[in-house]
């Protein structure tokens, strides 16, 4: 291309041009897309703010059948051998977590009790203990939080078995719980061998 045919494509260009007028600048706000985001953002907050709440627990509040201040919890999901039962149940098992419930409210130790069991078991905990109390005294019926507990864990798919727990370990206001093993636990022994 030569500087004659670029100087001739300019004043083409120039001359098609000339009619077109700039558009004048607009301090108005377009309320409708001002709007959509505005209502964007609150579906998007309430979305995360769902998901968190499915995060803290999706373990329930309702549908609970109580249980009595002296009465015995226990599970034994279908598979799991008479004998790791009674090592369980007979207090065994090395302890690795504790978890005492003590002063919260049913919410908390519900969002207590699910964080406890989730994150043991992503550690490759394999036994930890429920401090829950006897709750003889508790409203609006005895055992209430003892009886929510028991509910609970039937409810979580990482408990495999639980039992109350032997009197060292605090007998009726306790429980054990057996989590089934982490499928990667291998690597998590051996990085815990590592550190250790």
Known sequence: MTDIETNDDLHSFFAEMQD??????????LLHDTENAIAEKKRRAARQRSEREKLKSPLSLEGITPVKPDDFILFQQPGIQDGVFKKLRMGKYPLEETLSLSGMT??????????AITDS??????ALLIKHGKGEESKP???YKKSFVNHWLLELEEVIAYH????MHGGFAATYVLLKKHPD????????NRKG
């Open 20 to 29: 077109v007028k700039p558009i004048k600048p607009s301090n108005k706000a």
């Open 121 to 126: 078991h992503k550690r490759g905990v394999r």
């Open 141 to 143: 019926f005895p055992a």
């Open 106 to 115: 049913i919410e908390q130790s519900r969002d207590a009790l699910y964080k």
């Open 164 to 167: 109350t727990a032997q009197p």
């Open 185 to 192: 636990q291998k690597l998590i022994n051996r990085e815990k």
